[in-house]
């Protein structure tokens, strides 16, 4: 981990609200075309992560990485088919490896669409891949 990951540490990053990010299950109802296709859940949660990962990466040695370990997130207002969204993510507590993230949604209609917390783990990707194949070995002895 470099000197430069230090609370305080913020990024903004805009994504298209594309057919890979919709819901579609109100687009079908009571003839509701695209009308009712909307910047999913699952999917403002993804690029939260993304964005949080991406922007940890630019701090960090060769040979880490991170993964996510907890989100709480309020999505509070939709986001159209085809507008953009901003995800800012701002790092809110560092503690040895854990990493606290603040986070926002908006888009150019709501100031906040999203907001929350999310936490990551920085690893050593060597490691962890030794962790994966032992359990993967533990789990096709158990089969």
Known sequence: ???????GVKTTRRFTVDENRVITFLAG?????????VYGTPYVI?????????M???HLDEG??????HVDIA???PTLLGMWAEVTVEIAKLDGRAVSFNVSVADPVDAVVAKGRHDRFII???KVKERLAAKAAKAKAAQ
């Open 75 to 77: 999505h509070m207002a």
């Open 46 to 54: 993804r690029d939260i992560e993304q964005t949080c990962r991406d």
């Open 64 to 69: 880490e990485d991170s993964l996510g370990t």
């Open 29 to 37: 109802s009571q003839g509701g075309g695209d009308d009712g296709r």
């Open 56 to 58: 940890l990466l630019e």
């Open 124 to 126: 050593d990707v060597a």
């Open 1 to 7: 981990m470099k000197d430069t990951l230090k609370q």
